[in-house]
C-alpha cells in the first residue's frame, strides 16, 4: 500500500516539533544512525528523563543500562529485538507491549511500542518513528483479573471436592 501524500503548505515545516509536541502519544523519532532527532514531553516522562536535556544521544543504550525490558510471556528483550531496532532491518512497523523493570526490581511499567520505519526514494530507512503508550494500568488490571480467576477457580474447586 502507497502512502497518501497532502500538500499542506510549506510552512508546516517550521511548526512540525510544536505539532507533534501536541500529540498525547509518546514519540521518538530516531535517524537512520539511531540518533535521535526528537522526543515529545510525553516520551520523556514515559522514559522517565526530567528534560531533553537529559536524554543522551543513544537513548536505546541509556534505557537498556537503567532497566531490564522483557516480552509479554517475560522474555527478556535484547537491544537487537527492541521495535525500533527491528524496523531499521525491515520494511514494515514493528510492534510490542514490552515490560520495563528499573535495576532494583521494584518499580515497573509497560508500554505498547510501534516503530515505523520511514525511507527515502531510494528504499532505505532514513528515520524512525517511534509512538508509544504507557499501558501500566491495563497491565496490572489484567494481571489482578487473572489472579482473581485463578483464586476463585481454586475455591469453586475445593467447595465441588466437599460435596463429593
Known sequence: MQ??????????GRYWKEIVSLISDAVI???????????NQSALLS????????LPIDSLDDLME????????????TRE????RRAFRSESAKQA???????????????AVKAVPIFDSRRLVRFIVVIFQDITVFKTTEANLKDANRRMMGMLEGFLETKH
Open 66 to 77: 537503567r532497566f531490564m525490558v522483557a516480552d509479554e510471556n517475560g522474555a527478556v528483550v
Open 81 to 84: 529485538e527492541m521495535p525500533c
Open 97 to 111: 507491549q514490552l515490560r520495563f523493570t528499573d535495576q532494583s526490581g521494584r518499580h515497573d511499567y509497560w508500554l
Open 29 to 39: 523519532i530516531y535517524d537512520e544512525h539511531g540518533e535521535i532527532h526528537f522526543a
Open 3 to 12: 502512502p497518501t501524500y497532502y500538500k499542506i503548505g510549506t510552512n508546516v
Open 47 to 54: 522514559l522517565r528523563y526530567k528534560s531533553s536535556s537529559g
